[in-house]
């Protein structure tokens, strides 16, 4: 019993190790020294493994369960960024002032069946959708591609729904829906070749307050299929599936540092900004993640005040990863933060009520 005692002991200590390296990654660069930001994406599971650490040490009453409560105390920013301990009532929506805000990887509005296949919605579907969550901002990542489907889809919207108000171009994967009209609008990709990640900013004038959207979508990671396929398939003795986790681990590695350059690239057009700012979309990125904390600096995250649970928001064999946000300017208060349960996209949609601050609905 001693021996195993020793060797949970030192266990504990090396699991304590690696996610105070956690802590650091979101402050390095991912091009600088790498392995931080791995360990940053497997935070979850380092804290998982904290916690059950920690549980039997209790039992045991060893004090070295203070060493691994204290290790998830010291990291309690990083807690919240993943679980929502928002304890109140969830808002009831319709205040006057409220704004509220979506943003949702729509996987070119297509749905994933048990066949394996993507499906397109039917029309019915995207209306229906639209009319059970009603949000006045709509950020949307992988629009579809097809421009005939999407300009069809565009059309669709901002006909049948109050979201007259649009800017996106046809055939590429960031588009912007508004209740409100849109001003300013600027649109980059990062890539000419890729339809996908790039930025949508424009400004949106709501009773005499202008606030400036940024509808971004970061580096793809192009890591989920080879994840799905090690869960499924993947067997620890066998060295293909280790040539898999390290090909996965390679590519998280370059697709981390293309997105803090392009993080760098768009937090000097949030610096410049003289309106308050509503940054939402797909980050494709983790909270312990170096983009990330350029991103969210002088921001509010929404799930950290009023999220419940666990936020994941992709829907792959990765564990929780919540890589979809929406941020706001202290100046615009989160009255309410939800992931929405559907199963239409590979990622969860996320839906936020804003409402600016020292403003009081009657």
């Known amino acids: 019993m001693g021996r195993l005692q020793r060797i949970f002991r030192w266990s504990n200590v090396i699991l304590i190790f690696l996610t105070l390296f956690s802590y650091l990654s979101p402050y390095i660069h991912p091009g600088g020294f790498w392995p931080f930001s791995v360990m940053g994406l497997f935070y979850p599971v380092l804290l998982v493994l904290l916690l059950l650490s920690a549980c039997i040490w209790l039992i045991q009453q060893k004090y070295y369960a203070l060493l691994t409560l204290g290790c998830i105390l010291l990291g309690w920013g990083h807690f919240t960024s993943f679980i929502g301990l928002h304890l109140g009532k969830d808002h009831s929506p319709g205040g006057e002032n409220e704004i509220k805000v979506m943003s949702y990887n729509v996987f070119q509005f297509r749905t994933l069946a048990e066949d394996g296949k993507a499906h397109r919605w039917p029309e019915e579907d995207l209306l229906s959708f639209y009319q059970k969550y009603q949000p006045d901002i709509w950020c949307i990542q992988e629009f579809p591609s097809i421009p005939k489907r999407s300009d069809h889809i565009a059309k669709l919207l901002t006909t049948q729904t109050p979201l007259k108000y649009t800017f996106r171009e046809s055939g590429k994967g960031v588009a912007l829906f508004s209740r409100y009209p849109l001003k300013g609008i600027r649109i980059h990709y990062f890539n000419k070749r890729n339809s996908a990640n790039g930025y949508l900013i424009a400004d949106v004038e709501i009773k005499d307050q202008t606030y400036r959207v940024f509808g971004i979508h970061l580096q793809s990671n192009t890591v989920s299929q080879i994840a799905d396929d090690v869960a499924a398939n993947g067997h620890f003795q066998e060295k293909e599936t280790w040539v898999q986790i390290k090909g996965m681990i390679g590519r998280y590695r370059r697709t981390a540092a293309m997105r803090s350059d392009q993080a760098l690239e768009i937090k000097k057009l949030l610096d410049e900004s003289p309106y308050p700012i509503i940054l939402c ?68 949609p996320v839906l936020s009520i804003l409402r600016p601050v020292n403003v009081n609905d009657p």
């Open 281 to 348: 979309g797909d980050f494709n990125d983790v909270p312990l993640s170096h983009a990330y904390h350029i991103l969210s600096k002088d921001l509010i995250d929404g799930f950290q005040k009023k999220g419940k649970g666990i936020g994941t928001t992709f829907r792959g064999s990765l564990p929780a990863l919540r890589i979809d946000y929406i941020l706001s300017s202290p100046a615009l208060e989160p009255l309410s933060y939800r992931v929405l349960p559907t199963d239409r996209s590979d990622h969860y």
